[in-house]
């Protein structure tokens, strides 16, 4: 039954898959709702601009599901929520799960869920707690017949990056990867590395799991475009970009740039005709 709803997220062209990520404001961080502040607004043009999907929250999914008819973006939910991402780690650190997680999928119609896997310097706990998460939502994830994408997350110092850069070591990437794997991952949404031309390494890891990249910081158009096109040479299975998208000043038309780079293959400078 989670082919079903893996037909939903992935193209049928091209066997990839697009995810605007817009659950930043689940975390409780200044500065992530940037860009999102009028959720009703930002979900009507991510529709209108017509990604694979969209990754909202419980309070945030009503928006994307009570837009009328069958051609708009499928809900990919987020399930857990957590305290780590500011300049210095809180005393006490927690990743908590959504209660009835798989049921409250279903009631929303998601395609997928997605549920991270931290690994914090200074925080061992929350790689515990995560793991937890994972194991508790694996076996309702295949009851229920929805795909688990599980976010494996390498952070930097938080006193260096506030807990929300990408550290794009590979070997650390790779042996998380390999960690989601084993927990049971129907999707893995991965850090890409410092150099792309690696990437491959971290596919390879995934053992026939499908790899999408995150995006990280917003950087500049035509540097987001060149990333993604070496992540897709190098065998990612699609993208889930958030920041590069929603705090771009034209979402639509960075949004229909990177859809064609992933379902297309367009190139670089083919991409930014449509931005």
């Known amino acids: 039954m989670k082919q079903y709803r893996l037909n939903r997220l992935f193209n049928a062209k091209s066997n990839r898959c697009f995810d605007v990520a817009v659950d930043h404001g689940f975390f409780n961080q200044p500065g992530f709702l940037q860009g999102i502040e009028d959720m009703r607004t930002v979900v009507k043009t991510l529709v209108d601009a017509a990604p694979d999907a969209i990754q909202l929250t ?7 599901q009570e837009i009328p008819g069958r051609h708009k ?15 210095e780690l809180p005393e006490t ?5 959504i209660e009835e997680t798989m049921l409250q ?43 688990m994408m599980v976010e494996p997350l390498v952070f930097q110092p938080n006193e260096k990056a506030g807990g929300y850069m990408v550290n794009g ?28 031309s690696v990437y491959h390494k971290v596919v390879e890891t995934a053992g026939g799991i499908p790899v999408l990249v995150r995006g990280g910081g917003r950087v500049s158009d035509r540097e987001i475009l060149e990333r993604t096109q070496g992540l897709l040479e190098q065998g990612a299975s699609g993208i889930v970009y958030g920041r590069n998208v ?11 740039a990177l ?16 931005i």
């Open 93 to 97: 650190r927690f990743s908590l799960m």
């Open 58 to 64: 419980l309070g945030q999914a009503r928006h994307l």
């Open 259 to 274: 859809m064609a780079m992933v379902h297309d293959g367009a190139s670089v400078d083919e991409a930014l005709t449509k």
């Open 169 to 196: 070591d590979l070997t650390q990437i790779m042996y998380l990867v390999r960690q989601a794997v084993e927990l049971g991952a129907d999707i893995i949404k991965a850090d890409p590395t410092d150099d792309v």
């Open 246 to 256: 929603i705090q771009h000043p034209n979402p639509k038309g960075i949004t229909q």
């Open 73 to 87: 973006p499928s809900l990919v939910l987020r399930t857990d929520v957590a305290n780590i991402y500011g300049k």
């Open 105 to 147: 999928a279903v009631r929303f119609d998601a395609a997928c869920v997605c549920v991270n896997l931290f690994q914090i310097p200074g925080a061992p706990e929350v790689h515990a707690e995560c793991v937890e998460n994972i194991l508790r939502l694996k076996p309702q994830a295949d009851y229920y017949g929805i795909p």
